[in-house]
């Protein structure tokens, strides 16, 4: 890797650790040069301003995070393609609300839920391929009974895991039992 590339990946490492341990007001250019042991214009040659460079922290985390989850192998019945999947997306769901918080907030001032929304927009295509995948597994095992095609609806899963994912958070449901119960919620609502 080049030694610039080096640079630029050490200033979005020292971004994101910053932004996970505290108030994003308190980020400063300064900060973060001190943080990578670097001097402060060295981050302007990056990145024109501390927005771009969150943004540009955040989008990378987004791509490792994608990379995670589709990294996870398929299991051999549908339940551990399932559970391997869904523990690996609480994993990185707790990083994201860790960064940026609860989906329904928006803890960086500077971006708004459209940009957000748009950042990771681009992600959700590879991960609703991979729900494809587990869905289908569930069809050819027999547990999902394909009544309808959900390959082509799969927003509605991702707005069904969306809404129980915030009443996780909010009722601090523990994980192995959030995970039990999405399952059974989602194989109801696919077999309906």
Do not use: W
Not at 49 to 77: H, N, P, Q, W, Y
Not at 141 to 160: C, H, M, N, Q, W
Request: charged share 30%.
């Amino acid at each position: 890797m080049e030694k610039s590339q080096v640079t630029k990946n050490k200033i979005l490492d020292c971004t994101i650790e910053m932004l996970k341990s505290g108030d994003m007001d308190t980020l400063s250019m300064s900060k973060i040069a001190t943080k990578a042991e670097i001097g402060k214009s060295t981050i302007y040659e990056y990145f024109p301003s501390k927005e771009e460079l969150v943004k540009s922290a955040l989008k990378r985390e987004i791509d490792i995070s994608l990379e995670d989850f589709l990294s996870v192998k398929m299991g051999k019945t549908l339940y551990e393609s399932y559970y391997a999947h869904m523990k690996k997306g609480l994993e990185i769901a707790q990083d994201a609300i860790q960064l940026v918080g609860f989906p329904s907030t928006n803890n960086i001032s500077f971006m708004n839920k459209e940009e957000i929304d748009e950042m990771v927009s681009g992600a959700l295509l590879p991960v609703f391929e991979r729900l494809t995948e587990i869905y289908f597994q569930g069809v050819n095992e027999g547990t999902i009974t394909p009544k309808r095609d959900f390959s082509d609806k799969l927003y509605v899963l991702a707005a069904f895991f969306k809404g129980m994912l915030l009443e996780k958070y909010k009722h601090n449901i523990p994980d192995e039992e959030f995970l039990s119960d999405l399952y059974e919620n989602v194989l109801i609502l696919v077999n309906n």
